[in-house]
């Protein structure tokens, strides 16, 4: 896997700390999940960009460290981000597996105050979910699998059933029901992406295009 494209200077415009050190907020690329928080040295920035896989810094240990070296939950990198005073990075990674040693998808788990709301993390996780199925295959167990099993026609007989129940729960202006339905129309459609090959990224990036 090659590098990623660095823009000019970029190293030298990066601000490490007085300790060499600057933090890196990790963040899922596809459902934008914060998933960790990390630390890197000049080398470790360097080596990230050139093997696009996260190494970081360890306070603890005093040394470099791969992300899933050990544990195989590697994370591919698809862009680093300076923040406006250059003394913070946003990377954005396809992660493989979990994140935090704890087994937790994200790091970032412990209620504190208030109530957690990533929303559009829903999506991602629906259409992980239903690549799993879809791989294990087993449409006795399995209501996604049984529904791929029969076709693409079926799948699609679905989206547009359930495209017309999300119609008439809007003109009845039934707010609970168009919630319901509006959920069950979304899982038929990325029921739909998985049978015909679709990955979710590709929908966002279209949607970012259009902007």
């Given at each position: 896997m090659s590098g990623l494209d660095v823009s000019e200077n970029a190293i030298e415009r990066v601000r490490f700390g007085s300790d060499g050190l600057i933090p890196a907020i990790v963040q899922d690329a596809t459902s934008g999940q914060v998933l960790t928080l990390a630390w890197m040295n000049r080398e470790s920035l360097e080596r990230t960009i050139a093997e696009r896989r996260t190494w970081f810094w360890s306070r603890s240990r005093g040394e470099l460290w791969n992300k899933g070296a050990t544990s195989g939950n590697t994370q591919t990198v698809r862009s680093i981000t300076l923040d406006c005073d250059q003394d913070a990075l946003v990377v954005l990674v396809d992660q493989t597996g979990v994140a935090c040693h704890t087994g937790a998808q994200s790091c970032f788990h412990e209620p504190l105050a208030g109530e957690p709301a990533e929303p559009?993390?829903?999506?991602?996780?629906?259409?992980?979910?239903?690549?799993?199925?879809?791989?294990?295959?087993?449409?006795?167990?399995?209501?996604?699998?049984?529904?791929?099993?029969?076709?693409?026609?079926?799948?699609?007989?679905?989206?547009?059933?359930?495209?017309?129940?999300?119609?008439?729960?809007?003109?009845?202006?039934?707010?609970?029901?168009?919630?319901?339905?509006?959920?069950?129309?979304?899982?038929?459609?990325?029921?739909?992406?998985?049978?015909?090959?679709?990955?979710?990224?590709?929908?966002?990036?279209?949607?970012?295009?259009?902007?």
């Open positions: 559009f993390t829903a999506i991602a996780e629906l259409t992980r979910t239903i690549a799993e199925r879809a791989a294990a295959n087993d449409p006795e167990t399995s209501y996604t699998a049984s529904l791929l099993a029969k076709g693409i026609d079926t799948v699609c007989k679905k989206v547009g059933e359930e495209a017309t129940e999300v119609v008439l729960a809007a003109k009845g202006n039934e707010h609970g029901q168009l919630v319901y339905e509006s959920a069950d129309l979304l899982y038929h459609l990325a029921v739909v992406w998985q049978a015909s090959g679709v990955d979710f990224t590709e929908v966002a990036a279209e949607l970012k295009s259009r902007r």
